[in-house]
Nanobody, 123 residues
């Protein structure tokens, strides 16, 4: 059906940068809104940044000016550039997409999640 696969996580020192990628694959007809969420240990999953198919974006206050979300509609990919990372950015980052896909039985619009990629900010 559909798969969302994140990549690009890792260990970085405070002040460092990372670039996360999310690749959507499968019998996708269209992708509407996409977003990055994160979940730190013992905390609820929270929205980090979102982007519409037209390129409009919004960010959590905690990451404004440091993170940049983008997408390549032709490749069904989304990115998150993380700059000036802080220890409190440590979390598992998840890709989310509201998309329409098709099966032999018809077309379906659903929300899909990736498996997550770990970002650890530590000196």
């Amino acid at each position: 059906q559909v798969q969302l696969v994140e990549s690009g996580g890792g260990l970085v020192q405070p002040g460092g940068s990372l670039r996360l990628s999310c690749a959507a694959s499968g019998r996708i007809f269209s992708i509407n809104a996409m977003g990055w969420y994160r979940q730190a240990p013992g905390k609820q999953r929270e929205l980090v940044a979102a982007i519409t198919s037209g390129g409009s974006t919004n960010y959590a206050d905690s990451v404004k000016g440091r993170f940049t979300i983008s997408r390549d509609n032709a490749k069904n990919k989304m990115y998150l550039q993380l700059n000036n990372l802080k220890q409190e950015d440590t979390a598992v980052y998840y890709c989310n997409a509201d998309l329409t896909y098709y099966k032999t039985s018809g077309a379906y619009t659903e929300e899909w999640w990736g498996q997550g990629t770990q970002v650890t900010v530590s000196s």
